[in-house]
């Protein structure tokens, strides 16, 4: 509805207008997950962001179309937005952007493939987090930092053969996301734990997490509506 008034006006708030569009992907990512109302919007925000060299909002633009390509399967492309959010992020400068930029990294590395340049991607986001507040970002990085990365790494320690590390590493990632009492994070983290415990044929385990998971997706409702 703001954005409808906005449009009606004769000189439209470029500024507000990108801000508008940056919360309308949240919604719709959250509402809908990947779909091309995400990508709407969140390019929207991203071509705003640029005309007004708002640096914030491009990465945060940046990492919107990233997860929507992702989880669209568009793997090549979430690599490629990924490394244009690190090219707006160089180390040594705001570490909270720096750590999303990692974890972007990190995350479409796995995807493509490469397990081992993902690693390296993780190590440097967990070396950032030691040295910030990474609770205190939460609504910047829209999952925890720590339990995220962790996430990503466990399974990428399985797919290159290290099942007992990636058993131990999945499990610190879901007491990291409960310490947190983050909903959306904890789904992240036991959705990918139930990965490796399927793999690793954990059977009871993976039985007590999906269990685990459905519960707090239906007490918190999060389910997409397509």
């Given at each position: 509805e703001a954005l409808e008034k906005a449009g009606d006006m004769a000189e439209q708030p470029e500024a507000?207008?990108?801000?508008?569009w940056h919360s309308l992907g949240?919604?719709?990512?959250h509402i809908k997950g990947p779909h091309?109302?995400?990508?709407r919007a969140f390019g929207r925000t991203y071509d705003?962001?640029?005309?007004?060299?708002?640096?914030?909002?491009?990465?945060?633009?940046?990492?919107?179309?990233?997860?929507e390509r992702a989880g669209s399967g568009d793997y090549a492309a979430a690599l490629d937005l990924a490394r244009k959010h690190v090219a707006l992020t160089p180390l040594g400068t705001e570490p909270e952007a720096a750590i999303q930029s990692r974890r972007m990294l990190q995350l479409s590395l796995h995807l493509m493939g490469d397990q081992?340049?993902?690693?390296?991607?993780?190590?440097?986001?967990?070396?950032?987090?030691?040295?910030?507040?990474?609770?205190?970002a939460i609504s910047h990085f829209q999952l925890d930092p720590h339990a995220a990365t962790n996430t990503v790494l466990s399974r990428a320690l399985w797919i290159q053969g290290f099942p007992t590390q990636a058993l131990a590493v999945a499990e610190e990632a879901v007491q990291s996301a409960r310490s947190t009492e983050h909903a959306l994070t904890l789904c992240f983290v036991l959705f990918a734990q139930c990965a490796v415990?399927?793999?690793?044929?954990?059977?009871?385990?993976?039985?007590?997490?999906?269990?685990a998971l459905v519960e707090?997706?239906?007490?918190?409702?999060?389910?997409?509506?397509k």
């Open positions: 507000t207008l990108m801000r508008l949240h919604c719709y990512w091309p109302d995400v990508a705003l962001a640029q005309r007004l060299r708002n640096a914030y909002f491009e990465r945060m633009a940046l990492w919107g179309l990233c997860a081992a340049s993902s690693l390296e991607a993780a190590i440097t986001a967990l070396s950032l987090i030691r040295q910030t507040d990474d609770h205190r415990l399927l793999w690793c044929g954990r059977w009871a385990d993976l039985g007590r997490q999906a269990d707090v997706t239906t007490d918190r409702r999060l389910g997409f509506s």
